[in-house]
């Protein structure tokens, strides 16, 4: 089913969706009552282990049923949609718990925040008292040795990875689906500027490459296929467009998730799913195992016309994401490998190294290369690994850190971890940072923060060195916002919080020293954040609009770009997609100049991939894909796909284009793109160019 017939389903289905049996307040009673017993006598004597009645008391379970019930109706509907839409664009639909059901954000969250801010005046007799809280909670660093010290060898790991696999029949974990990363553009040039140039990927850290699926190099277009098996390479001059070429690599049953390219080089990093059988220690048993594998393929382009395989890198785990930086690349994957059925066995080294360890190019990675807290998550291992480009068959340095890892960031030479928890009656997040050189690896401190990072947008290294983290902190009680600064050592310097009580962020960006804030419950709160200072970050302002910006993004030296939400003043109620321009030349008055609201558009993927996002403040370029439904006839509602093209021009913006994405014959997935004065709308096969400087009149087109 394509995407936007599963939008219209979802959207059909809505309207008389309730809560089914099995999530009646009654049957989850039950439920918890059932595991709880178990849970309590298996870890009886535990205090590190909570139990069910203290993460949620008796009183609350069906009370916070029944309100999620309620509000899956009428108003709740259409933000449950939203937020259902999020889910499909990340490919994922995520239960994360009673207390915390992110899926309804935009819905019950908001409206509950009001209740959320009493029960905190309960908890904290004074701001003062709840600043005091939080930095205690912050000093309470990691054992830095869980994340730091290597594992002597693969038994070490399997009797950590034991005692992890018991662990989980708690509920004590707190995921976040809705954190997919957010960030920055391509730097302005005066060749630009003047109407040439052309358009880059939008990412999140200046200086550090990111893979795509669509991308131009000022004279080809590159593009995945259909069928996600190959890239075609498109020469592009103005309307005339040529297909050159078409990369088809030996994938089997796989298919390529993203490729970046280099001067002459293009890598493709490719998925493949592999199952196998073997014989089982029973007699006349045999045991069928499925794992991921990421291929890492790289291209030789000095010939557009006639690419040539140069090399290939394989990798144990399906693909997460690659930066690229300096010449060489560093990919991350995830291996789910049949963790609990490998360790019911009897531990063997060479049996387990097998069928756990992750591999590179087939070759288990070196037990002094792997990390692993006592008690990790068993269920998944993050393996971090290093490539020259220059020798694209070979891993210069590889690292694995078991346990689950829910984000990451990626500075010009740190890779920084973020794993979430629920402990001790509150949110935490784990942050490892893990310095990287010429694709060497080395995991260099860790700390942590009460709370968690709502994208990695949320999280930023200063150009000198310091680490800045904007969170919501989460109690049985209380929600919050706050700062916090470490030093590049990790250790905590600054903080400033209670910010927003019973609001959580919903976007942040930062700018030198100033970090910009947006939290919501019925309006939108935008903090700037003074952090010149890093062991006195200050409050300068605050300004409320209704709704709230789920995307920033810095347009010229005095203004900033907000792409969300907008809301109803007076119950939250979401309207549709909005689009801000905030005045930020004094940081302690902010202002919003302009805002374009574009009611009944419930869809932007963009502000769940940021690289679908064109933003060019050089060439004046807003491009980004949205959903609206249309009725068509009475009681007939459709879907439709549109890809907008904005300028800002005389303190307003000012639409420049709006094409149907069903007639351009791109469902969903498009790709705005510019080369000199041409504009290119780019999905699969597909390529339609269009004069930017005549009212985007279509002059091209191939398929």
């Excluded at 282990?49 to 009370?63: F, N, W």
Aim: aromatic letters at 10%; a negative charge; proline letters at 4%.
């Amino acid at each position: 089913m394509k995407s936007d017939d599963m939008i219209r389903k979802i959207k059909e289905e809505s309207a008389s969706a309730g809560v089914p049996e099995s999530l009646s307040p009654e049957a989850v009673r039950q439920m918890l009552e059932a595991n709880g017993s178990r849970i309590r006598e298996a870890y009886k004597d535990d205090p590190d282990v909570p139990l069910m009645e203290e993460i949620l008391p008796e009183e609350e379970k069906v009370a916070d049923m029944e309100e999620i019930r309620l509000r899956s109706t009428e108003k709740g509907r259409k933000r449950a949609l939203i937020s259902a839409l999020s889910l499909l664009a990340a490919g994922i639909l995520l239960f994360t718990g009673v207390r915390f059901w992110r899926g309804m954000r935009m819905g019950s969250s908001q409206a509950a925040g009001g209740a959320m801010a009493e029960e905190a005046a309960e908890v904290f007799e004074s701001p003062a008292e709840a600043e005091t809280e939080a930095k205690e909670q912050a000093k309470e660093a990691p054992a830095k040795a869980d994340y730091l010290t290597p594992a002597g060898d693969y038994e070490e790991i399997y009797k950590a990875l034991r005692t992890g696999r018991e662990a989980l029949l708690v509920t004590n974990g707190v995921t976040d689906a809705s954190a997919v990363p957010k960030e920055e553009a391509a730097a302005e040039s005066s060749e630009a500027a003047a109407g040439g140039g052309f358009s880059e990927t939008n990412v999140r850290e200046e200086g550090v490459g990111e893979s795509d699926v669509a991308l131009t190099d000022g004279s080809y277009i590159y593009t995945l296929s259909d069928d996600e098996t190959g890239v075609l390479i498109t020469s592009a001059s103005g309307g005339d467009l040529e297909r050159v070429s078409q990369i088809r690599p030996d994938l089997g049953s796989g298919s390529i998730r993203e490729f970046y390219l280099q001067g002459d080089q293009l890598i493709l990093m490719a998925s493949y799913y592999k199952t196998s059988m073997s014989q089982a220690d029973q007699a006349d048993t045999f045991r069928l195992e499925s794992v991921d594998e990421t291929h890492v393929i790289s291209y030789d382009l000095s010939d557009r016309e006639n690419p040539v395989e140069k090399g290939r890198l394989k990798l144990d785990g399906y693909y997460r994401t690659a930066r690229f930086n300096d010449g060489f690349a560093y990919i991350l994957t995830t291996t789910d490998r049949p963790f609990f059925t490998a360790l019911e066995e009897r531990y063997e080294e060479e049996t387990f190294a097998d069928r756990v360890i992750p591999k590179v190019n087939g070759i288990p990675v070196p037990a002094g290369s792997i990390y692993c807290p006592p008690a990790a998550n068993c269920m998944q291992a993050l393996t971090v690994t290093g490539m020259d480009l220059k020798a694209p068959e070979e891993a210069v340095d590889a690292k694995v850190f078991m346990g689950w890892t829910s984000d990451y960031y990626v500075s010009e030479n740190a890779l920084y971890l973020e794993i979430p928890s629920w402990t001790g009656g509150r949110t935490v997040t784990d942050l490892v940072k893990v310095s990287y050189d010429r694709g060497r690896i080395t995991p260099s401190a860790a700390a942590t923060v009460p709370g968690t990072l709502e994208s990695s947008f949320s999280i930023d290294q200063s150009s000198d060195g310091f680490l800045r983290a904007a969170v919501t902190g989460r109690t049985e009680t209380n929600v919050s916002s706050g700062v916090y600064i470490f030093d590049e050592d990790m250790v905590l310097i600054g903080s400033l919080t209670g910010l927003a009580p019973g609001e959580e962020i919903q976007s942040a960006r930062f700018l030198d020293d100033i970090l910009y804030l947006v939290t919501f419950r019925n309006t939108d709160p935008l903090f700037s954040v003074d952090l010149s200072d890093p062991e006195d970050p200050r409050l300068l302002g605050e300004l409320k609009i209704p709704g709230f910006s789920d995307y920033l993004h810095f347009w010229g030296e005095d203004t900033l770009l907000g792409i969300g939400w907008g809301a109803d003043e007076k119950d939250g109620e979401i309207l549709g997609l909005k689009l801000s321009m905030f005045d930020i030349s004094d940081p302690a008055d902010v202002s919003e100049l302009s805002t374009l609201p574009m009611k009944n558009y419930w869809q932007c993927d963009g502000l769940y991939d940021y690289r679908m996002l064109l933003v060019d403040p050089s060439r004046n370029l807003i491009g980004f894909e949205a959903g609206r439904e249309t009725e068509e006839e009475e009681d007939a509602w459709h879907w439709k796909n549109e890809y907008h093209v904005f300028a800002f021009e005389d303190g307003k913006f000012e639409k420049l284009a709006s094409l149907d994405l069903e007639e351009c014959g791109i469902p969903y997935g498009a790709r705005g793109l510019y080369i000199g004065d041409t504009f290119y709308l780019a999905g699969g096969s597909r390529i339609l160019a269009f004069d930017m400087k005549n009212g985007f009149e279509k002059t091209g087109e191939i398929r």
